[in-house]
């Protein structure tokens, strides 16, 4: 538990450290930090060949998303525990587990209300991946990196940049997801609406 305290120092938000801390010693739980990784927020992988849980959390995350992330993944070990590999890895047994792990942290008033808020909304879903939630991830979007734009919040027809490189114009909306045509090959792409993005000039 002294290796998990010192790795969390400064990653999670005040009111939550002894709670974490029980998660990882009862699910006897190895966490890993790691660099920035734009593909995914954090995996869980169970155990194989005689080692226990293994969970990597990004290193770089805001400590509101950091602790909702590393809940969905214990939330993970806890159903292995429990059922093993004969449930759907975010089935029934998941969701409810994960409720069980985020209600106290809201009762505790751990998140500003905003957050709070929204992962009420979400908690009433829980889909797979919180950026499927729109409304959560833009609220935690405020804290993560406010100086951030989101593709939903500029113009039809803005030419944008992502980290590699690519550029692309944003077009209309398709249901959950904006299509956008790539200024490089002239393809269409479809984009979470929350997608982090640099506006450049035409």
Not at 6 to 14: E, I, V
Request: glycine share 4%; aromatic share 8%; hydrophobic share 35%.
């Amino acid at each position: 538990m002294a290796d998990h305290r010192q790795l969390l120092q400064g990653h999670l938000p005040g009111g939550s450290d002894d709670m974490v801390l029980e998660w990882l010693s009862n699910s006897a739980v190895v966490l890993r930090l790691t660099p920035s990784r734009h593909s995914k927020l954090g995996t869980y992988h169970p155990p194989r060949n005689g080692h226990t849980h293994y969970i990597t959390i990004n290193g770089d995350l805001h400590p509101f998303t950091f602790l909702i992330i590393l809940a969905h993944e214990i939330a993970h070990a806890m159903t292995w525990e429990r059922y093993r590999n004969r449930v759907r890895p975010h089935g029934t047994e998941w969701k409810n587990l994960y409720r069980n792990l985020m209600m106290p942290l809201l009762e505790r008033h751990v998140f500003p209300g905003d957050v709070t808020l929204a992962l009420k909304h979400y908690l009433g879903h829980t889909y797979a991946s919180i950026v499927t939630d729109t409304q959560l991830t833009r609220v935690l979007q405020r804290y993560q990196a406010p100086e951030r734009i989101l593709l939903d919040d500029v113009p039809v027809d803005t030419i944008f940049r992502l980290n590699d490189g690519r550029r692309f114009r944003k077009k209309e909306k398709l249901r959950k997801r904006i299509r956008c045509i790539c200024q490089d090959n002239h393809r269409s792409y479809l984009f979470n609406p929350v997608t982090q993005i640099n506006p450049v000039d035409p």
